[in-house]
Nanobody, 114 residues
Framework: QVQLVESGGGLVQPGGSLRLSCAAS????????MGWYRQTPGKQRELVAL???????SYPDSVRGRFTISRDNAKNTVYLQMNSLKPEDTAVYYC????????WGQGTQVTVSS
C-alpha cells in the first residue's frame, strides 16, 4: 500500500524559506503528475505547484518565482522549495501523486508570521 509522508512544515517569519518533502513508500506506477496543494479553513484546496511527466512545471501567479517543485527519483521524494514567504502563504500543504492511483499526503502546517 502506497503512503505519502510529508515533512518540513513549521513556523517561519515573513521573507523566510521552507522546504517541504513528500516521501512515497511503495511503488507508484505510471506517474503522470506530482503536485503540491494548500488549504486554509473555509476555502477550497488550491494547487500551488505542478510537475508533469516530461519535467514541465507550472505555478499560479500567487507563488510563481517564489516556489519551486522538484523530485528525486532515487529517494521517491518530491519537494517544494518556498522562498520569500508571506503571511498569506499560511496553510496546510498537501502533496499529491497521480499515476495508476491518486495518492495524497496527510498535510503539513506552514505558518508565516512575525
Amino acid at each position: 500500500q502506497v503512503q505519502l509522508v510529508e515533512s518540513g512544515g513549521g513556523l517561519v517569519q515573513p521573507g523566510g524559506s521552507l522546504r517541504l518533502s513528500c516521501a512515497a513508500s511503495g511503488r507508484i506506477f505510471m506517474i503522470n503528475r506530482m503536485g503540491w496543494y494548500r488549504q486554509t479553513p473555509g476555502k477550497q484546496r488550491e494547487l500551488v505547484a505542478l510537475l508533469i511527466s516530461g519535467g514541465s512545471t507550472s505555478y499560479p501567479d500567487s507563488v510563481r518565482g517564489r516556489f519551486t517543485i522538484s523530485r528525486d527519483n532515487a529517494k521517491n521524494t518530491v519537494y517544494l522549495q518556498m522562498n520569500s514567504l508571506k503571511p498569506e502563504d499560511t496553510a496546510v500543504y498537501y502533496c499529491n501523486i497521480r499515476g495508476l492511483g491518486d495518492y495524497w499526503g496527510q498535510g503539513t502546517q506552514v505558518t508565516v508570521s512575525s
